[in-house]
């Protein structure tokens, strides 16, 4: 302790002043000392000194040790009082005690004082640093709590049995409720679903009743690591729609066991709204490409044949070009509508059984006419009959055939694998073109996602095919992957289940 310590003496015996004294000298410690006798100077001593500490005799002869206890008490309760006294007695140090002071001492027994007084400074110590964290910890809980207050999004925590532990303001608001009073008469997290079910009809992205179970908190519950749910609240009373995306992340403890679950809610309706006109601007502009682009065909395939007779090659050449370039824009507002159709969750599916090698030949022997450069290749058998939507399969190994002839320029050959297991049929597309650096290989099946490649030839294309491809096999419980290597070439696999029982 650098500070000196600031100490009243209240004795009216010189000698034994002198000797606390000589005492406290052999502390470790600077010190001032005061000695006051009477009442009055005790008093002034308290305002004027300000001592750090008091010693105190218990009897003078105007004054006593008791009073001038409850003096300090009273006035200064955090100076800490030592009695530092002739009296022996245990009662009467038990007495003082209980009236406030830190210690009772006997004159003949002075060898204890520096002691005393270092365990109360370093008890004072201690007290203040406690405070100080106090005052931090209840600093940095405002500092949260303002944040939390201001941000937009919705938090809601409750621990792993539901109880609900904190929601701000904005988390009451897209829950549905008026004001955090209101929620917090509701103590669990399945009431408020309960109640929130009363008044909203809730929803998934595809039109689909929402259940409890499968809110992102609950699948943390399960063991899920960041689960996400975009939901749509429907107001019963009052037809109003909004839309929130919901993330639920766990908070576990040293064993790893999910103690508490944080959930933030975003909301989204107006981007909802925004994708909503976007898709529905888009199915309108197919549908209206659509009309002129199949009649732009019908009328290039008449005038083929009319030049066919007239054997002119230099309109014959011609012709072909508008054709294919037609061909390109079909494939273009299908694609569209496609996307359109996935988006709303309208996209429709007719299975049927049907033999995968002829198919696939076929298919094979018409992309074949769409280059001169490759020569595509069948390999391998599948036994059993496929179960699937047949055009709509036929759309995913032309757009994986149509991607491997535009991103392998220079190379001769594309390879089709058909093979099986007992489960399921798979079907793989091989090229030797550009490659796919791994980075990439995940996000490819995104929707528009195109690999920029710089400094390279540039590929047309708007990122749809493998989006497509993707949701048409993910509706046929398939899967579709692809294993590649930069400059090496890419092979596009997928799998469709055999019908159960076929
Ligand atoms: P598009 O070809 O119209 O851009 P896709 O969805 O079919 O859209 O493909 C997405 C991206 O994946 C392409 O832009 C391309 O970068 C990459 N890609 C797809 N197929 C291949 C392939 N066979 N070889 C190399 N890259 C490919």
């Known amino acids: 302790m650098n500070k000196e310590l600031r100490i009243l003496l209240l004795e009216d015996v010189s000698t034994d002043a002198e000797l606390i004294k000589r005492e406290l000298q052999k502390g470790d410690f600077l010190f001032i000392l005061k000695q006051v006798k009477t009442e009055e100077a005790f008093e002034k001593a308290l305002e004027e000194f300000i001592p750090d500490i008091i010693l105190a005799d218990y009897k003078l002869p105007l004054f006593d040790g008791i009073s001038a206890l409850r003096i300090a008490q009273k006035g200064h309760p955090d100076i800490p009082f030592i009695f530092v006294s002739g009296y022996r007695g245990e009662e009467l140090a038990v007495e003082t005690l209980k009236n406030g002071a830190r210690d009772y001492i006997l004159k003949d027994n002075l060898s204890r004082l520096v002691p005393s007084i270092r365990l109360i400074l370093n008890e004072q110590e201690e007290q203040k640093k406690r405070k100080q964290a106090e005052e931090e910890l209840q600093n940095s809980k405002r500092q949260v709590e303002t944040i939390l207050q201001t941000i937009v999004n919705g938090i809601v925590v409750y621990d792993n049995e539901g109880k609900l532990i904190y929601t701000n303001e904005n988390g009451t608001k897209l829950l549905g409720f008026s004001s955090r009073e209101e929620l917090s008469k509701i103590s669990s997290i399945n009431s408020i679903w309960e109640k929130t079910c009363e008044r909203f009809e809730i929803k998934d992205e595809l039109g689909n009743p929402f259940l409890f179970d499968q809110l992102p908190g609950n699948r943390v519950l399960r063991g899920e690591a960041n689960p996400e749910a975009t939901i749509c609240f429907k107001d019963k009373g009052m037809n109003k729609v909004h839309w929130v995306l919901v993330k639920s992340r766990p908070i576990v403890d040293a064993q790893g066991k999910v103690q508490m679950i944080v959930t933030v809610i975003s909301d989204i309706t107006e981007q909802k709204e925004q994708e909503k006109l976007k898709d529905e601007f888009i199915i309108t502009a197919s549908h209206e490409l659509k009309t002129p682009v199949t009649s732009l065909k019908a009328f290039t395939q008449f005038l083929e044949k ?52 002829k198919w696939i030949r076929d298919i094979a022997e018409d992309m074949q006419t769409l280059t001169n450069g490759h020569r595509i290749m069948v390999k391998g058998k599948i036994i059993r009959d496929v179960y699937g939507d047949k055009d709509r399969l036929s759309q995913v190994v032309m757009n994986l055939l149509s991607n491997a002839i535009k991103y392998s320029p220079e190379a001769k050959k594309i390879v089709v694998k058909l093979s099986e297991n007992k489960e399921k049929a798979m079907i793989a597309v091989q090229d030797f073109g550009i490659g796919i650096e791994e980075q990439y290989q995940d996000k490819i099946f995104n929707r528009f996602f195109r690999i920029n490649h710089n400094n390279e030839k540039t590929f047309p294309g708007l990122g749809m095919g493998l989006y497509i491809s993707h949701q048409i096999i993910k509706r046929h419980s398939g899967q579709i992957w692809v294993e590649s290597l930069k400059n090496k070439g890419s092979t596009f696999y997928f799998t469709i289940p055999f019908k159960t029982g076929s």
């Open 306 to 357: 009319l030049i066919d007779k007239n054997q002119n090659k230099e309109y014959k050449h011609y012709i072909a070009k508008i054709d294919k370039q037609s061909d390109k824009l079909i494939k273009l507002t299908n694609d569209l509508l496609d996307l359109s159709k996935i988006q709303a969750g309208k996209i429709e599916f007719h299975k049927e059984c049907f033999d995968p090698n």
